[in-house]
């Protein structure tokens, strides 16, 4: 149990246009995700905690703007880059919490790497 | 606010050695503490955690974890290292908020294995 899925695995864009990706919780409904963000050789950095139903909450510094996320439903969440410049290239991983089992646990997905031409 | 550090960047052991990554930790109130790996092109996959109780906490590919609050630390052993677990290895405190469980990470352990 605990399957959590990224879509697509890796994208490559041109600067100036959008990309989405897609975090499913495969096997249980996810209440809360969460989104990062990891830079080569380094540790994962949180950007944003996003609940089912409501707006996310973002980091300090982390742009809302750019960053769009949507929680639309118990097991998808959505990350849009939009306008992705060449600084945005990064690996971007989500995670989900629910459920009375997995409450307390993050579960992780693959990860996706965007690199912005 | 809460943080971790992972001292050492890098390991090297011998398979069949044994292993200890080190972690330690700050934070207010009483952690949640957790172990994650990392191999290349893969997402992280939970190792162990530790919420309360017992503070050797056993997880999943033979590796075992100790609390120890005196000393802020939460590392991870394991008594015969593989060759499959090189691999990028972090260690997360965990903060209780109304979002769920925020983490924060350290900046991890890249592990080789010698054959």
């Known amino acids: 149990g605990a399957v959590v899925s990224q879509h697509p695995s890796r994208v490559i864009c041109k600067s100036g246009t959008s990309v989405k990706i897609e975090c499913r919780s495969l096997d249980f409904q996810a209440t809360t995700m969460f989104w990062y963000r990891q830079f080569p050789k380094q540790s994962l950095m949180l950007m944003a905690t996003s609940n089912e139903g409501s707006k996310a909450t973002y980091e300090q510094g982390v742009e809302k703007d750019k960053f769009l996320i949507n929680h639309a439903s118990l097991t998808l969440s959505t990350l849009t880059v939009t306008s992705a410049h060449p600084e945005d290239s990064s690996f971007y991983i989500c995670?989900?919490?629910?459920?009375?089992?997995?409450?307390?646990?993050?579960?992780f997905g693959p990860g996706t790497r965007l690199t912005v031409l | 606010a809460q943080s971790v550090t992972q001292p050492d960047i890098h390991i090297t052991v011998s398979e069949g050695a044994s292993l200890e990554l080190r972690c330690n930790y700050s934070?207010?109130?009483?952690?949640?503490l957790f172990w994650y790996v990392q191999s290349p092109g893969q997402g992280l996959q939970l190792l162990l955690k530790?919420?309360?109780?017992?503070?050797l906490v056993q997880g999943i590919k033979g590796f075992e974890a100790e609390f120890k609050r005196s000393q802020s630390s939460f590392n991870l052993r394991k008594p015969s290292v593989h060759w499959s677990d090189a691999a990028e290895y972090f260690c997360?405190?965990?903060?209780?908020?109304?979002?769920?469980?925020?983490?924060?990470f350290g900046t991890g352990t890249q592990l080789k294995v010698e054959l």
């Open positions: 934070y207010g109130a009483t952690p949640y």
């Open positions: 995670s989900s919490i629910g459920g009375y089992e997995w409450a307390d646990t993050q579960y």
């Open positions: 997360a405190v965990g903060a209780i908020t109304g979002g769920g469980n925020k983490l924060t």
């Open positions: 530790y919420f309360s109780g017992d503070t």
